[in-house]
């Protein structure tokens, strides 16, 4: 009778060291396969933060705002009307993005 429990206890073992194997190897696989994809995709070059204008050095987000405010000054000193004025101010701030990622996209 021992002897039967023994030779159960000895499969159950068996069994169960075969599927830590078999476990064993699914994970092995399965890092490799991550750390492969890892080294395939490509890595972006800066991380970005969420913060506004991110992408850019900081000398460059001074330029846009300096030149910003240089052009508003322009437009309040040397346009007499005040509704072209404004018409200006807000031409301005709607292509002001466009013009920044012209100038300054270092994709080129």
């Known amino acids: ?10 499969a159950r073992e068996a069994e169960r060291e075969r599927q830590r194997a078999a476990r064993a ?5 399965r890092q490799r396969r991550r750390a ?3 080294r395939l995709r490509p890595r972006w070059r800066g991380r970005r ?4 204008l991110a992408r850019r050095s900081r000398a ?3 330029g846009i705002v300096v030149l910003t405010l240089a052009v508003l000054a322009l437009i309040w000193t040397l346009v007499p009307d005040p509704a072209l004025r404004i ?3 807000v031409l301005l701030l709607l ?6 990622v012209i100038a300054l996209d ?3």
């Not at 190897?25 to 696989?29: E, L, S």
Request: net charge positive.
């Open 87 to 89: 018409l200006l101010v």
């Open 60 to 62: 460059e987000r001074a």
């Open 49 to 52: 933060t969420g913060r506004l």
């Open 95 to 100: 292509v002001l993005p466009a013009v920044v």
């Open 25 to 29: 190897r699914t994970v092995a696989r």
């Open 1 to 10: 009778m021992s002897k039967e429990r023994a030779r159960l206890r000895a």
């Open 36 to 38: 492969l994809l890892r």
């Open 106 to 108: 270092r994709r080129t």
